[in-house]
Nanobody, 117 residues
Framework: QVQLVESGGGLVQAGGSLRLSCAAS????????MGWYRQAPGKQRELVAT???????NYADSVKGRFTISRDNAKNTVYLQMNSLKPEDSAVYYC???????????WGQGTQVTVSS
């Protein structure tokens, strides 16, 4: 039983910043990857950034240099610092947890990010 709870979404003007948080609870295996994905209306869900329990990171080209993903392994929490936000960043952002040695994964409920021009 794994639960993911996201927070930090909201409305911000272009050029502003937001920080998203996702806390995982339950039976968390040590070898894992946590990440953020987003989905805008009429579009496919896409990867934003991921980070493993060994702190290896991966970013979508569209957010490199603007977003930073980090994690606190002791708290099983992942963060996404979003700077220089653009209207095209507007989407529902979903947290994902994957257990790398089991092939299982879990999704959070999503949090809305809206960037106004």
């Amino acid at each position: 039983q794994v639960q993911l709870v996201e927070s930090g979404g909201g409305l911000v003007q272009a050029g502003g910043s937001l920080r998203l948080s996702c806390a995982a609870s339950g039976s968390i295996f040590s070898a894992n990857s946590m990440g953020w994905y987003r989905q805008a209306p009429g579009k496919q869900r896409e990867l934003v950034a991921t980070i493993t329990s060994a702190s290896r990171t991966n970013y979508a080209d569209s957010v490199k240099g603007r977003f930073t993903i980090s994690r606190d392994n002791a708290k099983n929490t992942v963060y996404l610092q979003m700077n220089s936000l653009k209207p095209e960043d507007s989407a529902v952002y979903y947290c994902k947890l994957e257990f790398l040695l089991r092939g299982s994964y879990y999704w959070g409920q999503g949090t809305q990010v809206t960037v106004s021009s």
